[in-house]
């Protein structure tokens, strides 16, 4: 087992709660590696490292290979965006002596899940004067939590008749953010008066502490990009410290382990290329979604500084000639749950490396479905450097299903074909991954990027 990888997962899984968070680490990691912004490069040459980034959320990693660019690239493709809830523009509210910060739930998620969580708020909250102002709290031992309040059991006889889909409806999923003391006699003439008058006592205490923290007014929510995630730190899970459970698994697990894989291999011929992309969980859509013109607007640049310069037809060539891996995860074989699945065509944890020819719901709707000759040339591989793999599918046919950013690559006329780590509770707030399986992702990461042609 690689102990140092796995320990290094947790702390990126720690450190990278939002998209923002992950761009910052893995630029950090990549410079560490001898990756530079594409921008500091007027001409490339084989071996150099560049990275390229959008909006601080979507980025791309490139090592030039001895080739032609119109011999394609070898490319890792995550997506860094896991659900959460979001923070509106006009969040801040008092009712009835309690505070709250109103949301906007992000991508698919069982609302009933986040409720009597301990919560934090990550995020930035840009200024009219052009400055942008970090914002993480709920993280350290000293800081506060925020929470979303549930209802008593003793209380909950008509919630308890609704569908689980109905039981939190989304407009409660609103954080506590502070509360205020009543008056001892609220209906005295003189409470009702002093109630009056201090009308909002909570909302205005807690703006005199944002404004005192960290120099920002109610206005500024109007231009804040803050998101409400779990609070706490990934953990070993199982007595036999077998399995991870941590927030934002779906999809950090794959986005660091092609990363990484990129950052330790050396490209020979063709190009390597990881992606790592932001908004999957709401359709790959946006200026950072894989479904923009981010990765052809990158490969162009670096089209532009190789020999012989940019073309039109040889970017289109580039892109489909290249090879991708489309690094998401999988859902695991939940024994709890097993009649979801196709058991034959599952995927289980510390089952390795799993590849999906295809995604999609039901008769394969949306998907992405992967050539057979290319899927052998994969599997080749991974045997070569004895990478544990597994074949398999989301759940039974009729169940539902999933998709990935693979149909988005696929459009450019190149071969695409999942892979990625299985996780168990996927979407939940902390979900449930295998430490082997971390490992294996990595190794069968690495060895894909040594594909020839």
């Known amino acids: 087992m690689n102990e140092q990888l796995i320990t290094n997962y947790k702390d990126f899984l720690n450190n990278g709660k939002t998209e923002r968070e992950c761009v910052k680490q893995l630029t950090r990691l990549a410079e560490e590696h001898g990756y530079r912004d594409i921008s500091s490069y007027t001409a490339l040459k084989p071996g ?24 394609g690239m070898n490319i890792l493709g995550a997506h860094i965006d896991s659900p959460r809830l979001d923070v ?7 009712k009835d002596f309690v505070a709250y910060l109103n949301t906007h739930y992000y991508g698919g998620i069982k609302k009933y899940q986040w409720v009597t969580l301990p919560l934090a708020v990550h995020g930035v909250v840009c200024k009219t004067d052009g400055t942008t102002v970090e914002v993480k709290i709920g993280e350290d031992a000293d800081d506060p939590v925020f929470c979303i309040s ?51 006592k909570a909302k205005k205490e807690i703006l005199k502490l944002l404004k005192d923290a960290y120099g920002i007014d109610e206005e500024d929510f109007g231009s804040a990009e803050l998101e409400i995630v779990p609070a706490g730190r990934a953990r070993d899970c ?13 999809d950090r697990s794959c986005a660091y382990t092609s990363a990484l894989a990129l950052f330790d291999s050396k490209a020979a011929s063709r190009t390597n290329c990881c992606i790592c992309v932001d908004k999957e969980e709401i359709g790959s859509v946006g200026a950072t979604g894989m479904g923009s013109h981010f990765l052809e607007n990158a490969a162009a640049e670096i089209i532009a500084r190789m020999p012989g310069g940019y073309s039109d037809l040889t970017l289109r060539r580039c892109l489909e000639n290249s090879s991708m891996l489309s690094s998401d995860v999988n859902a695991a074989y939940d024994p709890m749950n097993g009649g979801l699945y196709d058991r034959d065509n599952a ?107």
């Not at 990275?51 to 990693?61: E, G, L, P, R």
Request: proline share 3%; hydrophobic share 35%.
């Open 150 to 200: 549930d209802i008593l059991p003793h209380l909950a006889q008509d919630q308890l008749k609704d569908k689980a889909s109905d039981f939190i409806p989304g407009e409660n999923l609103d954080i506590v953010f502070g509360s205020e003391i009543p008056s001892k006699n609220d209906n005295s003439k003189d409470a009702k008066d002093s109630k009056n008058k201090d009308k909002d």
């Open 88 to 94: 509106k523009q006009n969040p801040l509210y008092e």
């Open 347 to 453: 995927s289980f944890l510390g089952g390795g490396l799993v590849f999906n020819k295809y995604t999609g719901s039901r008769g394969k709707s949306s998907a992405s479905d992967a050539n057979p000759e290319f899927i052998a040339k994969v599997r080749g591989i991974m045997t070569q450097n004895n990478v544990t793999f597994q074949m398999a599918e989301l759940g039974k046919v009729d169940q539902g299903g999933g998709g990935t950013i693979a149909y988005l690559a696929a459009k450019y006329g190149m071969n695409v074909l999942d892979a990625g780590v299985s996780v168990l509770s996927m979407h939940a707030p902390w979900e449930i991954t295998s430490r082997e399986d971390i490992v294996q992702a990595y190794n069968g990461y690495k060895a894909f990027l040594t594909l020839t042609n």
């Open 238 to 250: 199982g007595f036999d410290r077998s399995l991870i459970l941590a927030y934002g698994q779906d």
């Open 48 to 71: 150099d490292k560049v990275y390229v980034q959008k909006m601080n959320k979507t980025i791309a990693f490139f090592e030039i290979g001895a080739g032609s660019a119109e011999d």
